[in-house]
C-alpha cells in the first residue's frame, strides 16, 4: 500500500533572494523550542514578527498556543479567535509577503471574508504591511542608508521601494500602539545599490537593533553570520552584540545550506535568543552538515580577540597560541589595494623601459612606478603576495587562503592581491609561504574569516614565526603543544594547499 506524502507547503516555496529566505518550518520550531514553553501556556503571551515572509512563524506559535491554552479557553474557536485577535501580530516585508502570510496565519489572504479562520473587520488583520517612501537626505535614506539613485521614486516606478516600516520611524512603538513579549523573525539581509551585491549594504543589524528599542522580553532572530568579524558598515553592532550579556543562545551555521538548503550565504547563518531579563555567557552551538556539535557556555568575546570565535573546539588552541604573546603577522601584512591600483586595472601588456610588473586580475601587466599612490618603497624589495579572495567554497574541509607567490624587486600589484613583508631576501619569502601553507596558520586565519575576502584584519590571530626557516604543520603543532583531539579538529577543517 502506497502512503500519500503530505508535505508541509511552507517548506516547499522557493526563496525570493539570498536577501529574503524563507525559513523552513523546522528551523522555526527549533528556534521556538528556545524560548520557555510556559510562555505559550499564557493567553496574556504578546508575540511580533517584525519580517513576515511566508507567516510561517506566527503560524508555528499559534500552533503552540492553541495546545498551551486548551485548558485556559477550552472552546476551540473561542481560543483561535482569541490567539488570532490578542496574542499574534505580524509586519510584513513587502505586499506580497503580507497576503502571503495572511493565508498561511487566517487561511484567507483577507482576514475580513468568510473563509478567514477568524473573522476581522479589516483586510490586514494582525499582519500589516505599509508602502512608505524612504527619505533621503544627500542622496541617501537617513533610516536605512537606502541609495536615492536606485531606491527613489524615480527609479522604481511603481515597484517595491523596500522602505520597511519596522525601521523607518523612531517610534517603532507606535506601529500597533502595544509591548510584547516576544519579537521573531528573519528580516531582509541587505539592500543592493544596483552593484549587483559588490555594493550591498546589510540591513539587518538596524531590525534588531529597532526591536531591542521596544525591550520585549525575548528576541529570536535568524540572520547572516557576518556580523561576527564587522565591516561593511556592521563594526558597531558587532561590538554592540558581542557585549552584550542578554544575549543566551547562540545557534552557528558556518555553511548556509545545512540550515536553508539551497542557498548559499557567504559566511553562514545563525539564529540567536536573547533575554531581557537575564544575563551571564553564551550557550553555543556549531552545526555542520546534519550534526549539532556539544553545546559551550562561554563569552562571546575571548580576551585580546574582537571578533566571535564560532568553533568551540577552536577556543582551547587559541588559548595555546595566545598564552605564548607573539606579535602578529597581521603588521606585515598590507590593507586592501596595497599600491593604489584597484582591481580593475590592467596595464600594458607589453613590458616597459625602467617600468615594473604588476600582478592584476587579468594576470601580468605592465606600467610606471608613478602610477601607483603608496607602498611605492615596497616595489624593490622582496614580498610575497597573495590573492585578497580566498577560497570561494562554505563546505569543509578548505583552503580559506589563495595560494601566494614571492613578488621579486620591481613588482606590485593590484588590489586583487595584498602582500606579506617586505622581506629582505628571497629565502625569507619562502620561509613565509612554506608557513602560509601549513594548515595550522590557515585555521587561525580562518576563525576571523567569514567571507569570501581577505582583508589584513584575517591575519589579527595569526602569530609571527622566525622566517629564517621554513615551518611544517607537524612543527608547529609541536611548538603550541596540541593534542591529538586538536589536531585532528584542524586537518578536519582545512585541506592541504596544493
Known amino acids: 500500500m502506497n502512503e500519500t506524502h503530505n508535505p508541509d507547503v511552507l517548506s516547499c516555496l522557493a526563496n525570493l533572494s539570498n536577501d529574503e529566505v524563507f525559513t523552513p518550518p523546522s528551523v522555526v520550531n527549533q528556534m521556538l523550542d528556545m524560548l520557555p514553553q510556559e510562555l505559550f501556556w499564557s493567553s496574556k503571551t504578546t508575540f511580533l514578527d517584525i519580517g513576515c515572509k511566508s507567516g510561517v512563524f506566527l503560524r508555528e506559535i499559534t500552533k503552540r498556543l492553541i495546545t498551551g491554552l486548551a485548558d485556559e479557553i477550552p472552546d476551540l474557536q473561542t481560543r483561535v479567535d482569541h490567539i488570532l485577535h490578542k496574542q499574534v501580530f505580524g509586519i510584513a516585508t513587502t505586499e506580497l509577503t503580507s497576503l502571503v502570510s495572511r493565508r498561511t496565519l487566517y487561511c484567507s489572504k483577507y482576514p475580513n471574508c468568510r473563509y478567514s479562520a477568524s473573522p476581522f473587520e479589516t483586510v490586514e488583520g494582525n499582519i500589516r504591511f505599509r508602502n512608505i517612501p524612504h527619505t533621503f537626505v544627500n542622496g541617501r535614506c537617513k533610516w536605512?542608508?537606502?541609495?536615492?539613485?536606485?531606491?527613489?521614486?524615480?527609479?522604481?516606478?511603481?515597484?517595491?521601494?523596500?522602505?520597511?516600516?519596522?525601521?523607518?520611524?523612531?517610534?517603532?512603538?507606535?506601529?500597533?500602539?502595544?509591548?510584547?513579549?516576544?519579537?521573531?523573525?528573519?528580516?531582509?539581509?541587505?539592500?543592493?545599490?544596483?552593484g549587483f551585491g559588490i555594493s550591498a549594504q546589510p540591513i539587518y543589524d538596524k531590525f534588531i537593533t529597532q526591536a531591542k528599542k521596544l525591550s520585549p522580553r525575548y528576541l529570536l532572530?535568524?540572520?547572516?553570520?557576518?556580523?561576527?568579524?564587522?565591516?561593511?558598515?556592521?563594526?558597531?553592532?558587532?561590538?554592540?552584540?558581542?557585549?552584550?550579556?542578554?544575549?543566551?543562545?547562540?545557534?552557528?551555521?558556518?555553511?548556509?545550506?545545512?540550515?536553508?538548503?539551497?542557498?548559499?550565504?557567504?559566511?553562514?547563518?545563525?539564529?540567536?535568543?536573547?533575554?531581557?531579563?537575564?544575563?551571564?555567557?553564551?550557550?553555543?552551538?556549531?552545526?555542520?552538515?546534519?550534526?549539532?556539535?556539544?553545546?559551550m557556555v562561554r563569552p562571546l568575546l575571548e580576551k585580546g580577540c574582537d571578533t566571535f570565535i564560532r568553533f568551540n573546539e577552536a577556543i582551547s588552541i587559541l588559548h595555546k597560541v595566545m598564552a605564548l604573546g607573539e606579535p602578529s603577522m597581521e603588521s606585515i601584512v598590507s590593507s586592501r589595494q596595497p599600491f593604489g591600483l584597484p582591481t580593475t586595472f590592467h596595464g600594458s601588456s607589453k613590458e616597459i623601459a625602467g617600468g615594473i610588473r604588476i600582478y592584476e586580475n587579468q594576470g601580468e601587466s605592465f606600467t610606471t612606478i608613478n602610477q601607483l599612490?603608496?607602498?611605492?618603497?615596497?616595489?624593490?624589495?622582496?614580498?610575497?603576495?597573495?590573492?585578497?579572495?580566498?577560497?570561494?567554497?562554505?563546505?569543509?574541509?578548505?583552503?580559506?587562503?589563495?595560494?601566494?607567490?614571492?613578488?621579486?624587486?620591481?613588482t606590485a600589484c593590484s588590489e586583487t592581491y595584498i602582500f606579506i613583508g617586505p622581506f629582505r631576501n628571497e629565502d625569507?619569502?619562502?620561509?613565509?609561504?612554506?608557513?602560509?601553507?601549513?594548515?595550522?596558520?590557515?585555521?587561525?586565519?580562518?576563525?576571523?574569516?567569514?567571507?569570501?575576502?581577505?582583508?589584513?584584519?584575517?591575519?589579527?590571530?595569526?602569530?609571527?614565526?622566525d622566517f629564517s626557516k621554513s615551518w611544517t604543520d607537524a612543527e608547529l603543532y609541536a611548538k603550541y603543544k596540541l593534542t591529538k583531539d586538536e589536531i585532528a579538529f584542524i586537518e578536519s577543517m582545512i585541506k592541504p594547499m596544493e
Open 144 to 194: 536605512c542608508g537606502a541609495s536615492e539613485d536606485q531606491f527613489g521614486d524615480a527609479k522604481r516606478k511603481g515597484l517595491e521601494t523596500h522602505a520597511y516600516e519596522f525601521i523607518h520611524t523612531d517610534h517603532p512603538e507606535e506601529i500597533f500602539k502595544m509591548k510584547f513579549d516576544v519579537i521573531v523573525g528573519n528580516p531582509p539581509y541587505q539592500l543592493d545599490d544596483g
Open 221 to 295: 532572530m535568524i540572520v547572516p553570520a557576518r556580523w561576527y568579524a564587522g565591516g561593511k558598515g556592521l563594526d558597531d553592532f558587532r561590538n554592540e552584540m558581542l557585549n552584550d550579556r542578554s544575549l543566551r543562545e547562540i545557534h552557528d551555521f558556518p555553511v548556509a545550506d545545512d540550515c536553508f538548503s539551497g542557498v548559499q550565504i557567504k559566511g553562514g547563518i545563525c539564529y540567536f535568543l536573547w533575554c531581557r531579563d537575564e544575563k551571564g555567557d553564551c550557550k553555543v552551538v556549531t552545526h555542520r552538515g546534519d550534526r549539532m556539535g556539544s553545546p
Open 373 to 410: 599612490s603608496k607602498n611605492e618603497d615596497v616595489v624593490g624589495k622582496f614580498k610575497v603576495i597573495i590573492p585578497r579572495s580566498g577560497s570561494g567554497s562554505d563546505q569543509f574541509p578548505h583552503p580559506i587562503l589563495g595560494i601566494p607567490f614571492v613578488g621579486k624587486p620591481g
Open 428 to 465: 625569507e619569502c619562502e620561509n613565509v609561504i612554506s608557513y602560509v601553507r601549513t594548515r595550522f596558520m590557515r585555521f587561525l586565519a580562518m576563525l576571523k574569516k567569514v567571507t569570501q575576502s581577505t582583508t589584513r584584519s584575517v591575519y589579527t590571530l595569526v602569530p609571527m614565526q
